[in-house]
């Protein structure tokens, strides 16, 4: 078995408090993104995030996997358990999830090359996602991959494996991301760079993380691993 372990989260001091504030960092740290860098090593170590939520008792518990290529073996994983830290607001998800999924990020005992997040990156309107906002608190390579394509617009990709087509900011025509498929003839996944890392290596290392599934082995797991240790915790006293 991997090593696994658990943590409180806290919110950190300073963090937003309102939608105005909010959106205030977003724009403050847009122009600090690097949507540039190589695919990771061969045998680089790629971390997945993921976030489960308990509404009505105000609990959230973020998880992270960490992963080795090529091999996709698990290496750690680590989850954090805290309050929710935000308001449910469109376009400001980072700020309700970031908290626990530093926490846990910061428990792994081995820095990751490559973090994968369940969501968006610069496909976001303000280019600050959940991917993106990560990736500039930690410095780490970042991207995000979604399900849907949130706001934005795309061509449907050839049927086969590996293909792509543009995912587009319909009211700028911007390139914000990428429609791929990763299974034949199933729905295609949206990718998206966070930090530090291009559109074409983000691309080719999706493709890297889905030999069998649709989505990536890294959000799998997590988002296994985040809802499992959401059940324990509501079994267990209030938190």
Avoid: N
């Avoid at 122009?31 to 609990?59: F, I, K, M, N, S």
């Avoid at 309050?83 to 309700?96: K, M």
């Avoid at 009211?171 to 729905?187: I, N």
């Amino acid at each position: 078995m991997p090593p696994s372990s658990s943590h409180p989260s806290t919110t950190p001091e300073g963090w937003p408090r309102t939608e105005q504030e909010a959106v205030a960092e977003q724009l403050r740290l847009r122009p600090l993104t690097d949507p540039t860098g190589p695919e990771p090593a061969p045998d680089a170590l790629v971390a997945g995030v993921d976030v489960a939520y308990d509404d009505e008792r105000d609990l959230v518990v973020a998880a992270a996997v960490l992963l080795s290529l090529p091999t996709l073996t698990v290496v750690e994983e680590t989850t954090a358990t805290g309050r929710i830290s935000f308001p449910y607001v469109p376009g400001l998800l980072a700020f309700r999830e970031l908290p626990t999924v530093l926490t846990a990020l910061a428990a792994l005992r081995t820095r990751p090359d490559l973090v994968v997040c369940d969501g968006y990156g610069l496909a976001h309107p303000r280019r600050l996602g959940l991917a993106t906002h990560l990736g500039l608190l930690t410095d780490l390579p970042t991207l995000g991959v979604a399900k849907t394509p949130f706001t934005f617009t795309h061509t449907p990709p050839a049927p086969t494996r590996g293909a792509t087509t543009p995912l587009l900011d319909p009211t700028t025509g911007e390139q914000v991301g990428a429609a791929l498929r990763t299974r034949p003839d199933v729905k295609p996944v949206f990718v998206s760079t966070g930090h530090r890392i291009g559109l074409p290596e983000a691309l080719a290392t999706v493709l890297r993380l889905t030999p069998t599934y649709r989505l990536p082995e890294t959000t799998r797991r997590a988002d296994s691993l985040c809802r499992r240790a959401l059940s324990a915790a509501l079994s267990g006293p209030v938190y």
